[in-house]
């Protein structure tokens, strides 16, 4: 899962951007005030004061509540009644308070280098350490649980949302910072940090582990986004993204260090209606490397597409599928983000995009009102055997993942649910390993 440090000065601009717009949102005015007492045309005022459109696709309650936190083009809501919000006094504002406990109690056939997140580039390989291992190991965690605030509201430039989520989620059993949300949206244009245009959150499977299968597009980052409808059918939503986000270009670090040049690119298109959704998108990147003992530099086309969707079969049992490959992505994929896999130097020294293909499917069953269960699989593949001497003989080549897990919706909020796991890690010297999980998790969020 790939996930990218805020630098101080990030941190600082995101904190100053949302202090700047949640001020202009408390000051703005799309009424002077509200009566003292209640009446019909008050009431309608209020009404109108966040009529949002409405989500035609199912909420598939994942546990990270991505869905609910990702920033949608027109500012759509799974609930038009918006639950859980409270009104600013005085203002047509709003604003809502998170806050989600989450708890895992793991048994994983060998250890791995994430031990509390089943990420299948990580089992050890033969010749490795820990690929002998015979015993079981037993992990419990309480840090995917996470904490939100988030504005809503109307101005005189369209709809107003400032959201920050944050979880403690690590990939061992230490809390840490783990930023998930900190942007700001102002009608069709999202600043901040948020998912990557190139993903899609509503084609994520729901699975227990936090990492989620190999082959899923997944990166948060700082993005300067706009998105624009693209017809007025209800039946039928249309959508175009544009996006600049930032770079980070992940090369081997031995003689010489990522470079980045220009912003990634990113274009999407997507079509949604209470049958599911489709969604493809295309990245384009400068992957660069500078030599650390010479004035050299090195710079390759990084390009890719991934195409994802999600159909709901009776609107009740759903299908989500994702395809995505290219060269010089692989920091947007969940194996390989953040690794050093985008570009590595040949023979010659040259710089080499490296080429990216995978695919996963997962299938949701919903058994009965409260129970219900998720089937996933994944596969993967970068090509660079021919980079041996740069990435190690024991870099990652290939890797499977397939999951399938039982969860119950106890009470509004409260889930509990039971997942078993298998993953195979295949590296360049042609070597391999697998390993097993069985997951418990509970999470109640309010």
Known sequence: MTLKPLSPTFRRGAIALLSALST??????????????????????EDEALKLPVLPFLDLGLLPNT???????????FDKTLPGYF?????????????????????????????????????????????ESSGAQTTATANPSDVSIEFRGQTDLGPMRLLFNTSFAQPHTSFGIHPNYAYAQLGGFVAGFADSTFADVDAYPKTLDFEGPNALVFMKHAVLRYGHRLNHDEHLRMFLQVALEQPGS???????????????????????GP???????GLVRAVSSQATERDSSDTVLGIGGNLTGAYHLGHKHTLQVGITGGQGIAAYVNDTGDSQYDAAPDEDGSLDAL????????FMYEWTE???STATYGWLKVWDRDHEEALGATGFRRSQYASLNLVAD???????????????NRAINSRSGQAFRVQFTFQYRY
């Open 355 to 362: 080429p990216v293909l995978g695919g996963y499917v997962g």
């Open 87 to 131: 009104k600013i006094p005085s203002t047509h504002f709003f604003v809502k308070l998170g806050v989600a406990a989450t708890t895992n109690f793991m048994v994983t056939s060998k250890l791995l280098e994430t031990p509390t997140w089943f990420t299948t580039s990580a089992i050890p390989v033969r010749g490795q350490e820990f690929h």
């Open 370 to 372: 409260m129970l219900s």
């Open 24 to 45: 202009v949102a408390w000051e703005a005015r799309a009424q002077p005030s509200e009566p003292d007492a209640p009446t019909a045309d008050s009431k309608e005022v």
């Open 275 to 281: 049958w599911g959704h489709l969604q493809l998108a």
């Open 67 to 77: 869905q609910h936190f990702t920033p949608r083009p027109d500012h759509a809501v």
């Open 250 to 272: 992940n090369v081997p670090t031995s003689g010489q260090a990522p470079r980045d040049i220009v912003p990634d690119g990113v274009v999407s298109w997507r079509a949604e």
């Open 410 to 424: 106890l009470i509004e909020g409260a889930q509990a649910g039971l997942e078993g796991l298998w993953g195979y």
